[in-house]
């Protein structure tokens, strides 16, 4: 798989100034339930804030995605709280969250400010957990995705998302609360995937978004303590691509709504791996630490290897590479 | 079959380096705070590609990177960081990009110096760099060590690698007319950083070492306490262990003047939005903490 | 986590004229129910045949584990077979077996001349396949392995491991057909682990083994064509080895049985960090195909650490780094 | 940013290889089957630290590899292979050893070479190996070639580093007087392999290469049976592309001699125990068909 592309002399000055998907003649766009977006490029929550709007041009993104917001504030796990080690980065935040007014007063307006649609990710620790918090967030997010998946926060239990009857439950129960998009972030570590899916889709779900860092348990050398607060953390980046690729394609093949897909993409190429296995958009998440344009950058390159190739679109693109 | 690293020694060191470490962090406990609103506004960050001006080895242990960033060497407050996004080498790849204190600016050239220790993968990955080579680095970024308004006088404690968070601020001393004395300390005087800088800048080294016995802590506290017996320090700076950071507080309790520690902790992202510099503060549980990219590195110190 | 460590000079030589394991002082022995191996190092299944001992005095490890077995003869899968990426291996051989009697009469003497106790693997694609293969295979094992986990079949189907109740029923029917210790296989794509574990246990299995590849799926660069013929693969290697780690943690836990840690092991240091965080043994597989000394050279360091820290065995190498 | 691989000429280039690689399967459909029991023992085979005599580039496109290591230079067969460990590099890892012909053998100097063209991670890798380095190799592996009793005349056919796979006969018709003539099929003049070795083992060399179009498969058929017009050669040894390997068979047909071909599979053992590298030879489903590295990597080949 292709290395990471480094940007050539005067970087910063050409990506500026390059705004490509301005006047741009591919259409990109990608429709989750009946919310539309510009391209299929957003960032993975928890890897994106408004501060991210101070280095990149957010505007050019699909959509952006919030951290994760529970029902009341949480404070968050001790320190390590992340470490890269050579299989990847690992993290157990454990999603410290101000709850649903906090982010309501103090959070959304400035990821309103950025512009492209803003997609809110809720979390909870039980099924019945998601609708209030979706009730008490109202008609702020374009669209809601729910966190049934986060790994870090009970050591060693199951995921709600591990579990179909558990997200058919969450999800009816917030299709009654809101007509705005509802996405379902699955977890890596479920006996099936396309259950997972299926019982996302029959409860009502726009979306599948496949899927959320692997839990793993990082050690540091010699002392093998824990190189991490929690123990256990989510193991992110390009070395969980060709597992969650698996995902994906099981996910696409299983349902009829939009995947969403999510692990481990860098780079344009990476994102058309993951569409070639039937994904209709795409999540980034590690890769903008290291290259905070990172998400601009795929969103371009995708709009110039649809120029390139005179084609309408991402579809297209792949049927003309699978012709060969 | 390699040697596999010996057992007594090796668990020795380790243990040593664990005590250390446990030391430290039981030294910080309680002792930090998030300063009050800061005086001006921050520099905005950018990412840019800086060039490697020059990468050589200093000071027996240590690198020192020099890279042509106009746009940062221009803006960037003393105690500031950067992120720099290490490159890919020979197939490694860093995923994470490595929190590094500006060291030195030198706005009229464009340039910064960053000093680091080869310590794991990410620094290793980073030594292979080489000048002409550009770096993708985003800064400044944090918030840095401020004189309160009068500063006449300042101390600065660096231990180790930690001498480069104050750097930043003997260079704005001695802009300002403030007198600065920088104390670094070592384990050898071939490993200490900041003699050659204090003589450019015109502010006093005293370098002391743990082969010495300078650096215990008693013998540096009584140190100090001579050093300054004509009059305190209106501020004391300190940054590189958390030992240090108590004993500046507590002097800086007897002197009756504020102390500002600058930390490290693991961090993704630099700007506040991974959550994963969580400061070693304490506050209510339910809410989070300050984080050490945004509201920090540098924070209040006071026993 | 430390480099895999490379031979010195003359290394041949050094390797075969040391046989510290055979006047060691150190007991690594281990116990599988009634079955006592003389250290915890053993192969992976699959990783593994006779025609090791052409190469390495495979009579220094605790046992040989066969590949897996399946009742009736089977073919396995269409090239490529397996393949090398950046997180690592990924195989899809489709377990080719010559069935039960074929077995019987044409390897497993070959694994019974190597010396060691001979732990067979055995598959099946349903719950109740197990118990006739092992039937079959009658004493001829001095363990069964039921590999409930193999992800290379079906290439969508959800693996029997990941269901407790399927193990249990699978385990149960095996329990009634022998006396021989078994050991379940358990795969990393489960909703819980420690329930799979505990089902185990429960239906009287001697022990677990955690856990298999990682189902994967490998692209090629620019044609985005599946890298393996089967598609989806099994991703092995050092790049599971975290994600491993937290479910040999999580089911040591669970289970009062052995836990026998099988993922990215490829030094004493890596075995190790299975046993720090709860394991009885290891399992070697992808780290032979590079070094086939590697299992040996792990058992003689394992025995060397514990010489030089004048302990009597691992546990007590372990506790000595806790307790710094 | 990195100018992406662009559209129309990559994908052009991609389409040639991809046609040509499904060719070339389709080619050998049907035409292999393993032979009958071997002449003699093979040598056992030994993993062992070879010492990196040289490498150098070769031939415009690939990398010589001069190893010393006696116990495979003392035993391996004619077309043999080892397989290498390819040794970290800058953090890179490689896992699976890779397999590769053993081109030389010089039992006398202990030596042995290996060419190999950089193709993807693994070879690379290989690439920064230096003399002097250390390699863990594994080897002589797997099933040769074999001359039927009585050979006086051979015809070893190469396509690129395919002709590796055929020195080894070369080399053992010139010890046993058997007549060797060796075609070497390529891209261009500048990147065949075997000329010098030809002239050193006294063989006859007939490059033949696309860009002369002497490659091509009706102009290579007419070129060999001109050549063997007199009388055929007693045995047709043939590596390097499905297509040649379906000329050498249709050649042996009509002239009636056996032809033996040399497969590539991706392989991890090299020793036949993880069942990676099924042969594309037909067999009955229920039953698993045979290995290249034990089975092979040299099959019968018959149209
Ligand atoms: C604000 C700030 C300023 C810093 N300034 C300097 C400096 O001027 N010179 C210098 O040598 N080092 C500095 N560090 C530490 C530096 O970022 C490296 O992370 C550290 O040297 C460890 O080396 P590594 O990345 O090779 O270790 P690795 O083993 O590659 O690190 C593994 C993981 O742990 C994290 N990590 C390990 N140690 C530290 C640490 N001490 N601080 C933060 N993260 C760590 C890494 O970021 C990475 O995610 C600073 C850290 C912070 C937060
Ligand atoms: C018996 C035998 C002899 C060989 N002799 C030579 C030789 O003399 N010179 C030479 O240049 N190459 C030879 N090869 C191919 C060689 O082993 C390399 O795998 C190939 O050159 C691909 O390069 P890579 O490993 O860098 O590719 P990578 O992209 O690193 O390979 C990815 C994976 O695919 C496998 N793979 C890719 N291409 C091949 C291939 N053609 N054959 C087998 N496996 C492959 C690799 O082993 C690895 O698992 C031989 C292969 C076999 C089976
Ligand atoms: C620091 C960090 C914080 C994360 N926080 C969240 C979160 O709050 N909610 C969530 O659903 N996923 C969270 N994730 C998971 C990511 O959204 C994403 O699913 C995962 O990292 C895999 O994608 P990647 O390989 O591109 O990083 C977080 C990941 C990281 C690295
Ligand atoms: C080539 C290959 C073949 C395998 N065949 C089997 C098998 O037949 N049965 C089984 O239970 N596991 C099989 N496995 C999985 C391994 O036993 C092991 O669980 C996995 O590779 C993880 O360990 P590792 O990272 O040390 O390789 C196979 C793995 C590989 C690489
Ligand atoms: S490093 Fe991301 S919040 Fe501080
Ligand atoms: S390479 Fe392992 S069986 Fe052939």
Redesign the interface.
């Known amino acids: 798989m292709s290395?990471?592309p480094?940007?050539t002399?005067?970087?910063?000055r050409t990506f500026f100034a390059a705004r490509p998907t301005a006047g741009a003649t591919v259409d990109l766009g990608v429709s989750i339930g009946g919310l539309r977006l510009l391209n299929p490029v957003m960032p993975a929550s928890?890897?994106?804030?408004?501060?991210?709007g101070?280095?990149i041009p957010v505007d050019e993104l699909g959509a952006v995605v919030t951290?994760t917001v529970f029902g009341?504030?949480?404070?968050?796990?001790?320190?390590?709280?992340?470490?890269?080690i050579?299989a990847?980065?690992v993290?157990s935040?454990g999603?410290?969250?101000?709850g649903a007014a906090g982010y309501l007063a103090e959070l959304h307006p400035h990821y309103r400010a950025l512009g492209p649609p803003v997609i809110i990710s809720v979390g909870a620790h039980r099924p019945n957990g998601y609708a209030p918090v979706v009730r008490d967030l109202g008609a702020a997010g374009d669209a809601y995705e729910l966190n049934v998946s986060c790994p870090n926060l009970d050591r060693d239990g199951t995921d709600i998302g591990s579990d179909p009857d558990a997200i058919e439950s969450a999800v009816a129960a917030v299709r009654l609360e809101t007509d705005k998009p509802i996405i379902v972030k699955l977890p890596v570590l479920a006996s099936s995937i396309a259950e997972c899916a299926q019982a996302a889709q029959a409860a009502g779900a726009d979306a599948v978004c496949v899927a959320n860092s692997i839990p793993a348990l990082p050690l540091e050398a010699?002392?093998r303590a824990p190189a991490i607060g929690n123990v256990i953390g989510g193991l992110s980046?390009?070395s969980i691509r060709p597992i969650v690729l698996r995902l994906v394609w099981l996910a696409a093949r299983s349902v009829d709504i939009p995947v969403i897909a999510c692990g481990g993409i860098e780079t344009a190429d990476d994102a058309l791996d993951y569409f070639s296995v039937g994904a209709s958009a795409v999540q980034v998440g590690?890769a903008?630490?290291?290259?905070?344009?990172a998400m601009v950058e795929i969103v371009r390159t995708l709009q110039q290897r649809c120029t390139d190739d005179r084609v309408a679109g991402i579809r297209d693109l792949i049927d003309l590479w699978r012709a060969q | 079959?390699?040697t596999?690293?010996?057992?007594?020694e090796?668990?020795a060191a380790?243990?040593r380096q664990?005590a250390f470490a446990a030391a430290d962090a039981a030294a910080l406990d309680g002792l930090l705070s998030v300063r009050p609103p800061e005086a001006g506004p921050r520099p905005?960050?950018?990412?840019?590609?800086a060039t490697v001006v020059s990468h050589e080895v200093v000071r027996e242990r240590y690198r020192r990177l020099t890279l042509s960033c106009g746009?940062i060497a221009a803006t960037a407050l003393a105690g500031q960081f950067l992120m720099i996004?290490?490159?890919?080498?020979?197939?490694?790849?860093?995923?994470?990009?490595r929190p590094m204190a500006i060291h030195r600016r030198n706005p009229l050239r464009g340039t910064i110096e960053v000093i680091y220790g080869v310590a794991g993968?990410?620094t290793t990955?980073l030594a292979?760099v080489t000048p002409g080579q550009?770096l993708?680095v985003?800064g400044p970024l944090g918030r840095g060590f401020e004189f309160p308004a009068g500063t006449r006088r300042a101390l600065m404690i660096g231990r180790g690698v930690g001498v480069c968070a104050v750097m930043g601020s003997v260079e704005d001393a001695e802009a300002r007319g403030i007198r600065a004395t920088l104390v670094a300390s070592g384990r050898t005087r071939g490993s200490l950083i900041g003699a050659a800088e204090c003589a450019e800048l015109g502010a006093r080294f005293i370098p002391v070492t743990d082969e010495e016995g300078s650096a215990d802590l008693p013998a540096l506290g009584a140190l100090l306490r001579s050093e300054f017996a004509a009059g305190p320090p209106d501020v004391v700076f300190v940054c590189g262990a958390g030992v240090l950071t108590r004993l500046a507080a507590e002097l800086g309790a007897e002197w009756g003047v504020p102390v500002q520690a600058s930390l490290e902790?693991?961090?993704?992202?630099g700007?506040?939005?991974?959550?994963?510099?969580?400061a070693?503060v304490r506050?209510?549980?339910?809410?989070?903490?300050p984080l050490v990219c945004?509201d920090g590195p540098v924070f209040d110190a006071a026993v």
Chains 1, 3 share one sequence.
């Open positions: 290395e990471t480094r940007p002399t005067d970087a910063r928890g890897c994106f804030g408004p501060a991210l101070r280095l951290k009341v504030p949480r404070g968050g796990n001790p320190a390590h709280r992340l470490t890269e050579r990847g980065m993290n935040v999603i410290p969250s101000r010699y002392t980046g390009p590690t903008s630490f290291a290259r905070p344009f | 079959m390699k596999p690293p010996t057992a007594a090796t668990r380790l243990a664990a905005e960050p950018v990412w840019d590609e746009t996004t290490v490159p890919p080498h020979g197939g490694e790849r860093i995923l994470l990009p993968r990410g990955a292979a550009r993708l985003t902790a693991h961090m993704a992202c700007l506040g939005y991974c959550h994963g510099c969580a070693p506050t209510d549980p339910a809410v989070e903490g945004v």
